[in-house]
């Protein structure tokens, strides 16, 4: 890993890519198909916030129930995020090296 | 790294942590703030998606101008739910890892 | 009803608030919860959609089981819709209006 | 208007109608486009209430430039809805009732 690297998800992505050609989903992973998954994931993780206040949600932790419920949503928004990356040809590391740069010009610090 | 390991987001949450430490965001933070951030930039990203058919959303490299729009929306998102896991306290690699194994129960290989 | 009335979610306001009267929910519907409230129940309806090509979408209504499941889908999402403009002060039949000739201006017919 | 009607957008979805038809949109209202116009709507939405505390978000209506936009995204929200509703053949009103009667059942009245 060279030392500026942002974020190494070869792994990640390899394995995804592993599991989708073993079940024959590539056909169902179209950026839009990809997209809508991610949707759904999204709904799925805002639902484990929407009925805590500020203090419940950041004790999440504390709740090992929850907390597992937690970590296997934002795992999930991660995999559709990855393979929606994958299929439309975007590398999250340059990606996301530009935009930060990007938003540094935007809000710079004081 | 080791072998197996899933996604090194580290670099990008030291960026992000840094970034906000900079410019006294920490306080905005929260997990409900960044989760509604989240969906703020998730709405972005299927912005670019929703007048495509599926030809065109396969081809969106082809066009400079929303592909540099689909990087950056892209980047959100994976921003956002970084700093989600890292408030929270979830661990992306292990978070992936098991959701991984658990999918594989779910939907085992033919 | 007025001859020009666009939408009357009179019936329905009432319902939900007397609801949300007789089960003490009043106390959990502050605008961020129902606003992650409503991104759940968008995910659910986006998982509708998401693995179906434009020709299964459109004839969702051949599905009886599918099509009911979209029925409760969008009946779901138009209760936090409703609460949350209730709760914030957004009459939605004025909204509408509003937008409806600010879109006329933004997108002129031809 | 019948007695029991809960909610009525016959006028609102007449003027979406006309709206498409005008501008020869129909083509570009498919189920799945609508869904992911409908994210990018909810996300403008959203971000309304990202980065304000729940005091702050009860009182949006005393920040005038803040509630015109909320009632903007709220409209921009049903509109997108409601015309989901017209192209996939779900009556808005009998969703709403039949959904109505079975949260009833699922969460029962104490």
Redesign the interface.
């Known amino acids: 890993?060279k030392d500026?690297?942002?974020?190494?998800?070869r792994?990640?992505g390899a394995?995804l890519q592993r599991?989708a050609d073993?079940?024959d989903w590539n056909r169902?992973h179209?950026?839009?198909?990809l997209?809508?998954?991610?949707?759904?994931?999204?709904?799925?993780?805002?639902?484990i916030?929407?009925?805590?206040?500020?203090d419940a949600?950041?004790r999440?932790?504390d709740d090992p129930a929850r907390?597992a419920h937690?970590?296997?949503e934002?795992?999930?928004?991660?995999?559709y995020?990855?393979r929606?990356?994958m299929?439309?040809?975007?590398d999250?590391d340059?990606?996301?090296r530009?935009?930060?740069a990007?938003?540094?010009i935007k809000?710079p610090?004081?």
């Open positions: 890993m500026d690297t942002l974020i190494d998800a792994g990640l394995a599991f073993e079940r169902h179209t950026p839009r198909n997209m809508l998954a991610l949707v759904g994931e999204v709904g799925e993780l805002a639902e916030f929407q009925w805590l206040d500020d949600a950041a999440l932790r907390f937690l970590r296997e934002i795992a999930d928004v991660l995999f995020l990855t929606l990356a299929v439309t040809g975007v999250l340059e990606a996301a530009d935009k930060l990007k938003n540094a809000y610090a004081p």
